[in-house]
């Protein structure tokens, strides 16, 4: 296993450890005024690790990819994050960052140096990418687990 498959699954294991513990009272709470609750927020990590698993996909098998961007509130509302149990989406998350863990335990290492774009940002790589991920993944458990809720 590359080392970063191996960072990925354990980022991705530590995170699990956190969520699992949040209360679906804490849960429907936004963490501002007018803001995303930690339902929406780990809602929106679900909808990260399906952009960026295609993302890294096609960045692996086209030269030259470029991609859109995404609106992360309006696919939050779509989702109706807010509505859904926490359980079910910590289900669709652990589902989502698995097979993510998967693809990226499977890359061959002469991938993680292909670059790509996002649209409106300067390429990346994709190993450079799935640190990111990481790093997003990061800093919205440290929101979820730690940010005090608004009431």
Same mark, same amino acid.
């Given at each position: 296993?590359?080392?970063?498959?191996?960072?990925? *699954?354990?980022?991705?294991?530590?995170?699990?450890?956190?969520?699992?513990?949040?209360?679906?009272?804490?849960?429907? =709470?936004?963490?501002?005024?007018? /803001? *995303?609750?930690?339902?929406?927020?780990? /809602?929106?990590?679900?909808?990260?690790?399906?952009?960026?698993?295609?993302?890294?996909?096609?960045?692996?098998?086209?030269?030259?990819?470029?991609?859109?961007?995404?609106?992360?509130?309006?696919?939050?509302?779509?989702? /109706?994050?807010?509505?859904?149990? *926490?359980?079910?989406?910590?289900? =669709?998350?652990?589902?989502?960052?698995?097979?993510?863990?998967?693809?990226?335990?499977?890359?061959?290492?002469?991938?993680?140096?292909? =670059?790509?774009?996002?649209? /409106?940002?300067?390429?990346?790589?994709?190993?450079? *990418?799935?640190?990111?991920?990481?790093?997003?993944?990061?800093?919205?458990?440290?929101?979820?687990?730690?940010?005090?809720?608004?009431?």
């Amino acid at each position: 296993m590359n080392p970063l498959a191996r960072e990925f *699954w354990s980022r991705m294991d530590a995170a699990e450890q956190k969520l699992s513990l949040v209360s679906e009272e804490d849960a429907r =709470q936004p963490l501002r005024p007018d /803001g *995303w609750s930690r339902k929406e927020i780990l /809602g929106h990590l679900v909808d990260s690790a399906c952009i960026n698993h295609v993302r890294i996909v096609f960045a692996t098998t086209l030269d030259g990819y470029e991609c859109p961007k995404y609106d992360q509130d309006a696919w939050v509302v779509l989702h /109706g994050y807010a509505q859904v149990p *926490w359980p079910a989406i910590l289900d =669709q998350w652990r589902a989502r960052y698995t097979w993510m863990a998967e693809m990226v335990t499977n890359l061959p290492d002469a991938a993680l140096d292909r =670059q790509f774009t996002i649209t /409106g940002f300067p390429p990346t790589t994709i190993a450079d *990418w799935i640190n990111d991920c990481l790093q997003h993944l990061d800093h919205h458990v440290h929101q979820i687990v730690t940010v005090p809720a608004t009431t």
